[in-house]
């Protein structure tokens, strides 16, 4: 059973950085992995993911701002932000699955508890 947690949250002020992590256990090396996103008051959506060969995909309203990575090692998933803006307040999410279709546009497996970012 896969378990994930996510960390890296924070309060930060507009144009800033914040990296969030996600560690994942019991976690096999051929897996999806991806950071999703919620507002309040709005729909979840993906924000990026990235393979088992580490090839990415982001969501239009970050591309050139964060940068999805993951460390098979060490079982953990990354997410550096950068140019922080109020729109990108929500909770965070990391997800995993077997199948990018499945996690992208469908619903993930594995889900870790969020990490709360706002951007003021």
């Known amino acids: 059973h896969v378990q994930l947690v996510e960390s890296g949250g924070g309060s930060v002020e507009a144009g800033g950085s914040l990296k969030l992590s996600c560690v994942a256990s019991?976690?096999?090396?051929?897996?999806?992995m991806g950071w999703f996103r919620q507002a309040p008051g709005k729909e979840r959506e993906g924000v990026a993911a990235?393979?088992?060969?580490?090839?990415?995909t982001y969501a239009d309203s970050v591309k050139g701002r964060f940068s999805i990575s993951r460390d098979n090692a060490k079982n953990t998933l990354y997410l550096q932000m950068n140019s922080l803006s109020s729109e990108d307040t929500a909770m965070y999410y990391c997800?995993?699955?077997?199948?990018?279709?499945?996690?992208?546009?469908?619903?993930?497996?594995?889900w870790g508890q969020g990490t709360q970012v706002t951007v003021s």
């Open positions: 997800a995993v699955d077997r199948s990018f279709l499945t996690l992208w546009f469908k619903n993930a497996t594995y």
């Open positions: 019991n976690l096999t090396i051929r897996t999806v």
């Open positions: 990235i393979d088992s060969d580490r090839t990415t």
